[in-house]
């Protein structure tokens, strides 16, 4: 198999082993869950490592699938060296994290739960580094958000996981949101979503007038996935996470997300003094705050939280200098700081699941309990500190040189090398603390687990590589990883590539002097106020507004509790007819002030030209119409008879028109809503006016207002409608459909060949939310509790018939189902006909009026008629549907139909026809959007039969009338 060709396998596989892990949810064991997930991980890592050598040559590779071509919208994936590189910290941490959780999680925890979410996470994860197209990758970016989310809330029950993962989907859905915009703006600029022409498109990019906003709405995405400042807060409060969930998407994966794009995307948005500043200042301050804030930590996961932070904040300003030496460091640093702060997140886990606790006041003198495990820890925190030999000294180093380096002539760039030399200080201090407070000292006395003790080996492993990582970087640097770091530098900055060394040695010179400072006045920080720092519970007695939570909450509650107050106060409403007007009048001022301003007009056609029975026709509509909004408040059954009436006034026009599918699709959606309505009608309310009451003045006031809103919008689409009919369009897109029905899409019904073929995408995305809507109504209902005095006197009659119908002192004679055997009967009689029907209508579609819709349609009639022929009531003996898998099937019939083109080199849902001959029957018309038509004609009949379910289900709730009780209900 060609390189290419793995890359899908490679982002498919966490995917399908997240799916076969959800199905073990029944299981006790966390042992096969665990294999499987590390199978899986490993299959991955083993994918990336055997692509190094096509990298390594240089040339990215690209595996593409069409989806809309014409949009330059195709799933396509790309890996160069860089993506490469990334791919390799996800998978190669991912499998370690997995071998971890084998032994940190409970046999208590949902195990299968967690690894299916792990392995979603990956997969997300891996679909951002290896996304060719900027859109692909903003769909990645949202399920990284998504599965975060799951993992971080693993730990349900507890309130601090439940409020972590929710301020944590807040800020990154809402950075998700702006940095889609900003990669639409970014590829409107270069007329291409395609990464390559984007990366390629520096100069182009750089001087449109759109820059700016592209560049500010991109970099609050990245900005937020990366914990920087002003969003800097989520992260360590999504620390009630599992350990391994901490290792892996907290110092390795999703924070490292948004420092990738801003490289990824570094060569066409850097270089300009927006870049400079906003980012410059963004990264300073967090690597301030980040490294102030972790000293002042009592828990060991908080501390390692905030010091993630700050080495994010230390990437970020190295790629805002704009240098290529510069954005050499940023890569250097991304690697070397996954490998250490993954090994102490893991540690910090093993130190809580031997002692019971993550306080460091309780912690001290572990080292003599489990020395090993102590030894990792410490090399591992004399990484992050940047102490000599080990790899995080190296990229630090790196840091400080650039520190000294003019970049821009302001105050940010005159500060930086005392930022820098700041910041490593308090870097050194935060790791001494670390060290110190956990592992020297007298021996715990209060600790929840009395004797810690070393943890299994295989569980100790995965530290005890990434720390032998750590330490042959940072003695050989230029053997170990520098052939790996050149590919991915290469890859993002191309013929930018400067010159840079990895020695360990460089003589003694501004950044080695810089270090020394560090790690002198850090050490002399730890021991000036390392008692202090013990006793400080209240936080940092400095900035302590800026550590975010409070942040948060003040904004959750202005938002979601004065604004929404003060929307609810002025636009909310307990009723539906005002809420329905406001819709309509948004409706009406979004169509009529743009045609106004546009200098629209129309000319309507002159009364000589209207037929006088068409003209009598619309009469009968429009007084139906008209009756119906006035029988709504006496009579509500005789408003939707009424209501029917004008549908039937619309079908005719329909046919008057020359449009028959929209006719038949119009008469029969007539009947399903009004059985539909009909049957919800037992639920609505009482009457509070009565015509003996009379009507108020403010009543007659709003019927006149409503009337005045509907004869506008009515008479507003009129309007757009003759205008749409009447002038003249040369290049019509209608004549194009008319032109190539038959020859492109295999079909003479231009209606149902533009929903099945040419407009197959949008078929899919309406029959989508179609289910959506169905699965709404029925969550809805199933839930509806109407007070027993809220049914009316007839509804009530009804109800207590159905109930006396159950007792066993009753004859069969008395029984309301004695009233309804001979409807009954016919009806059953008629359900092989309809069905019949259906198939008719369904087979005729792609020719002949008809289609999936109207078929789905006509036997949700069928299944309607049995439902109240067997007395609105369905038993096993009457008929069993299971709705949800009809709609389950539907989805994924239209899809397996769209990709069943990828097989054979084509974009989704590109369709063939041609006919076929059949014994006896002749030529019959044999196309691939025939499938399709059939996912739409399941996923309608599920849908419509859903929400009947939903309605008959909550009267047996109400009421407890176990013969109203659909069987449907059950099987949900």
């Known amino acids: 198999m060609s390189g290419e060709m793995l890359l899908l396998p490679l982002i498919a596989l966490p995917f399908l082993g997240s799916v076969a892990a959800a199905l073990l949810l029944r299981t006790d064991s966390r042992v096969f869950p665990a294999w499987l997930a590390g199978a899986v991980a490993f299959t991955c890592l083993a994918i990336t490592a055997a692509l190094y050598p096509a990298i390594a040559s240089g040339r990215a590779l690209r595996y593409e699938i069409a989806w809309l071509p014409e949009l330059d919208l195709n799933f396509t ?109 970014l590829g409107h600029i270069v007329g291409s979503y395609d990464l390559d022409r984007i990366l390629a498109a520096g100069d182009t990019i750089r001087l449109h007038s759109l820059y700016l906003p592209a560049l500010v709405l991109i970099l609050i995405g990245a900005l937020t996935k990366s914990a920087q400042f002003p969003f800097h807060f989520w992260l360590p409060n999504a620390m009630a996470a599992p350990t391994p969930v901490s290792a892996y998407l907290h110092s390795a994966t999703m924070v490292k997300a948004g420092v990738f794009l801003l490289a990824r995307l570094w060569p066409v948005l850097s270089g300009s003094y927006e870049w400079f500043m906003l980012l410059g200042i963004a990264g ?102 940047g102490v000599p030999l080990l790899n995080g000294f190296l990229s630090k180093e790196m840091f400080f040189a650039e520190a000294v380096e003019t970049h821009a002539d302001s105050v940010l760039d005159r500060i930086l090398p005392y930022v820098a030399t700041l910041a490593g200080a308090l870097g050194v201090a935060y790791s001494l603390r670390f060290i110190h407070t956990v592992f020297f000292g007298p021996a715990p006395t209060d600790l929840p687990n009395n004797k810690p003790h070393e943890p299994p080996h295989w569980m100790r492993f995965p530290i005890e590589f990434l720390v032998l990582a750590c330490l042959v970087v940072g003695i050989i640097p230029a053997l170990s990883i520098g052939p790996f770091l050149h590919t991915a530098v290469v890859s993002v900055l191309g013929a930018q590539t400067p010159e840079y060394s990895l020695a360990v040695w460089h003589g003694i010179n501004t950044p080695l002097i810089m270090s020394a400072v560090a790690l002198v006045g850090g050490t002399a920080i730890y021991v000036v106020f390392n008692d202090y720092l013990a006793r400080c519970e209240d936080g940092p007695p400095y900035f302590r507004h800026l550590m975010g939570q409070r942040i948060f909450e003040r904004i959750l509650v202005t938002v979601s509790w004065k604004w929404a107050r003060w929307m609810e106060s002025h636009f909310g409403t307990r009723h539906l007819q005002p809420q329905m007007r406001l819709v309509a009048a948004a409706g009406f001022l979004a ?150 029905a038959y020859t492109e899409g295999g079909g003479r019904n231009v209606v149902n060949v533009i929903l099945v073929d040419f ?198 709730r109400v009421h407890r009338v176990r013969a109203l009780e659909p069987a449907g209900a059950e099987d949900i």
């Not at 460091?360 to 992050?384: D, E, K, N, Q, Y």
Request: with cysteine.
């Open 77 to 185: 994936l790309r890996m160069d060296g860089f993506a490469w590189m990334f791919s390799m910290l996800v998978t190669g941490i991912g499998f370690l994290v997995v071998l971890y959780a084998r032994y940190y999680m409970s046999e208590s925890d949902p195990v299968p739960r967690f690894f299916s979410f792990l392995l979603s996470f990956m997969g997300a994860m891996l679909g951002i580094v290896i996304s060719g197209n900027v859109i692909l990758l903003a769909v990645f970016w949202e399920l990284t958000s998504i599965f975060s989310f799951l993992l971080i809330s693993y730990w349900h029950q507890n309130a601090a996981a439940r409020d972590g993962a929710r301020m944590a989907l807040t800020i990154t859905g809402v950075g998700g949101f702006s940095l889609l915009v900003g990669l639409l703006l």
């Open 284 to 385: 300073i301050v967090t690597l301030l705050l980040g490294a102030y804030f972790a000293m002042f930590q009592q828990d060991l996961k908080g501390l390692l939280a905030y010091s993630t932070i700050s080495h994010l904040g230390l990437i970020t300003t190295l790629l805002s200098l704009g240098s290529p030496l510069a954005a050499v460091a940023a890569i250097f640093h991304m690697m070397n700081h996954a490998t250490f702060k993954a090994s102490l997140f893991m540690a910090a886990g093993i130190i809580d699941h031997e002692t019971g606790t993550r306080d460091m006041r309780r912690l001290s003198g572990l080292f003599r309990f489990m020395p090993i495990t102590a030894t990792l820890a410490m090399v591992a925190s004399a990484a992050m500190a």
């Open 591 to 740: 169509g009529f002030v743009p045609l106004f301003f546009a200098g629209f007009h129309s000319e309507l056609p002159p009364l000589s030209t209207v037929d006088p029975v068409f003209a009598v026709v619309w009469a009968i509509g429009i007084f139906a119409a008209l009756g119906a909004a006035y029988q709504a408040k006496y009579h509500r059954l005789a408003a939707l008879v009424l209501l029917g009436g004008a549908g039937l006034v619309t079908c005719i026009t329909f046919i008057w028109l020359s449009a028959p599918d929209l006719a038949i699709t119009q008469l029969l959606v007539e009947v399903v809503t009004t059985v539909l309505i009909l049957l919800g009608l037992r639920w609505l309310p009482k009457r509070k006016e009565t015509v003996d009451e009379g009507i108020t003045l403010s009543a007659r006031i709003r019927r006149l207002r409503d009337f005045a809103l509907a004869v506008a919008c009515g008479v507003g689409m009129f309007i757009v409608a003759v205008a749409v009919m009447t002038l003249p369009v040369p290049d019509a897109i209608a004549n194009y459909f008319l032109e190539h």
């Open 759 to 956: 407009r197959g995408f949008d078929t899919f995305g309406e029959i989508a939310v179609l289910g959506v809507v169905a699965l709404t109504v029925f969550a809805l209902l199933r839930r509806f509790r109407p007070a027993p005095d809220s049914v009316g006197a007839p509804e009530q009659q009804l109800i207590q018939n159905a109930i006396d119908d159950e007792r066993p002192d009753r004859s069969a004679g008395d029984t309301v189902r004695d009233y309804l055997l001979v409807p009954s009967i016919v009806m059953q009689w008629l359900f092989p006909v309809i069905i019949t029907f259906a198939v008719y209508i369904f087979m005729r579609g792609h020719d002949l009026p008809g289609g999936g819709f109207a078929a789905g349609i006509t036997m949700a009639i069928g299944f309607l008629l049995q439902y109240l022929g067997s007395g609105t009531r369905w038993t096993e003996d009457h008929i069993r549907i299971l709705p949800l898998r009809w709609m389950g099937l539907g989805l994924l019939t239209a899809f397996a139909t769209g990709a069943g083109s990828w097989l054979l080199g084509y974009p989704f849902l590109t369709s063939h026809s041609q006919y076929l001959e059949l014994p006896l029957v002749g030529k019959v018309p044999a196309a691939t959007a025939l499938l399709f038509d059939l996912g739409v004609f399941s996923l309608v009949v599920g849908a419509t039969v859903l929400i009947l379910i939903a309605l008959a289900h909550q009267s047996v």
